[in-house]
Every structure is written in C-alpha cells, then in structure tokens.
Nanobody, 126 residues
C-alpha cells in the first residue's frame, strides 16, 4: 500500500544537524499519520517522532527540543529536522505511515503501519 522514500541521511559530527525527508506516493498522504522510527542491529527499534493529519507533533523524550517534525501535504512529504545530533542518535531512520483513525499511535513494529520506507542512515562520529 503506497510507497515511502526517505532521503537526507549522512555522516555528521556530534552537535551537527541533518534534515531527513520522506516522500509518499500511491496513498492519500493527507489522511495519514506519519512517523519516524529508528533501528540499528542489536539495538532494537525506537519510535522517534510522529505528526498526525492535523499536524500535531509528538516526540520521544530524548529528542524533544532537538528534533522537529513537519509535513507538507502539497508535496506528500514529511520532514525531520535533527539538531545537536549525538552518537546515540546514529541509526537507520525509517519513515512509517498509518491511516489516521483517532489518536496517533507511536509504534515500532513495521507490521503495525500501512506504509514503511527502506530507511536512510544517520551516522554521528567525531
């Protein structure tokens, strides 16, 4: 159901910034809650941030004040601006979408989403 393509990952020094993008196709983007989930081998998955169809945003506690999620429904794109990146933020970041029903659900399981991207890698190293 639909396709999500992420971009914007890369290598930054601690304290640096990156802006991730995720562009959707084949789905009614405006009716989806959009999320960012990160995963690294041996580390498990973490839900990072989400934005519902009304553009209300939500964050995991460790990224509050550093990350900002936003969406542009005219471009079918969700963004994640990441500032003051730290080594513990290094991960594969996946974009995940779920058709909006009521409240946004902050899940980490790919099976719980209607659309899931391949991911973009973020590396934070001195």
């Amino acid at each position: 159901e639909g396709q999500l393509v992420e971009s914007g990952g890369g290598l930054v020094h601690p304290g640096g910034s990156l802006k991730l993008s995720c562009t959707a196709s084949g789905l009614l983007f405006g009716s989806y809650d959009m999320n960012w989930v990160r995963h690294a081998p041996g580390k498990g998955s973490e839900w990072v941030s989400g934005i519902d169809r009304r553009a209300e945003s939500y964050y995991m506690s460790s990224v509050k004040g550093r990350f900002t999620i936003s969406r542009d429904n005219t471009k079918n794109t969700v963004y994640l601006q990441m500032n003051n990146l730290q080594p513990e933020d290094a991960d594969m970041y996946h974009c995940a979408g779920r058709r909006s029903i009521d409240a946004l659900v902050a899940g980490t399981d790919q099976g719980g989403y209607h659309a899931w991207g391949q991911g973009t890698p973020v590396t934070v190293a001195a």
